[in-house]
């Protein structure tokens, strides 16, 4: 059986690549750290899952984000177009297994 395919990053169908969906702070617990320690939560499950990298998407305009993630660790890949979105995505990854 084939995993099922994502339609617009090559990189996300990686078997060695987990991946992460939308997460938010509520705005008055932010700024207390809880976003990183999310994260944190995050890349060590998909590394104790097996996989070497976690990769995310976030909007290409929402500049903020893309700082943020890099500041972080996470390098960019390439940029995705999803078929339910009207902006261009930009697809970061970080490494969180073994190389």
Do not use: C
């Amino acid at each position: 059986m084939t995993p099922p395919r994502t339609k617009g990053s090559p990189w996300y169908d990686r078997p060695e690549v987990a991946s992460f969906g939308q997460f938010a702070v509520d705005p008055r617990l932010q700024n207390n750290g809880l976003g990183r320690r999310l994260i944190a939560h995050v890349e060590a499950q998909a590394a104790t899952s097996g996989a070497r990298e976690l990769a995310l998407d976030t909007a290409e305009p929402a500049l903020h984000l893309v700082e943020w993630y890099t500041r972080l660790g996470y390098r960019f890949i390439e940029h995705a177009q999803w078929q339910h979105t009207n902006y261009l995505s930009v697809l970061l990854s970080k490494q969180v297994g073994d190389a």
